[in-house]
């Protein structure tokens, strides 16, 4: 049996395709140029960047997008926990930069990733809409807090 065979059996989706390694100065560069306003935490030193197309075929396979919202109780902190922990959960996918993006104006949790040509991209785990920096930016007038890279 071949290893894609038996890694989509054990965990329900092959690896991640086309991955790179990342350049950690370029990529905390690029974070903390979108985000200057943000307290940075990147906590690994080496990650791998992917296609776009391939983030989005992890969180169309990830169905964290499917449970209710109830305010207060099951809400965006909980969907963006849930998502990054997903994706972390999975070996090889694990290794790509995803993770939390703290927002204190207004104040939300959302999930944020880096493609493999240093785009920077914001994910509402809610409804698996993605996000450029500057839309949302120009849509909401969004603080960052804090980003979590794990």
């Not at 350049?23 to 992917?50: C, G, H, M, R, V």
């Not at 930069?97 to 880096?114: A, D, K, Q, R």
Request: negative net charge.
């Amino acid at each position: 049996m071949c290893f894609n065979f038996l890694y989509h059996r054990r965990y329900g989706i092959t690896k991640p395709n086309n991955t790179i390694k990342a350049d950690y100065i370029q990529l905390y560069s690029k974070l903390q140029s979108e985000f200057p306003e943000a307290n940075l935490n990147l906590w690994d030193y080496k990650y791998k960047l992917a296609p776009f197309s391939e983030y989005v075929r992890f969180i169309e396979w990830d169905l964290t997008d499917l449970v209710e919202y109830i305010k207060d109780y099951h809400d965006c902190d909980d969907f963006a926990l849930a998502l990054a922990g997903a994706l972390n959960s999975v070996p090889k996918w694990s290794s790509l930069t995803f993770g939390l993006l703290i927002l204190n104006e207004p104040p939300h949790l959302m999930c944020i990733f880096v493609d493999d040509e240093y785009k920077v991209w914001i994910v509402e785990p809610q409804s698996d809409k993605y996000y450029k920096v500057s839309e949302l930016r120009d849509k909401i007038g969004m603080i960052a807090e804090a980003i979590i890279i794990g």
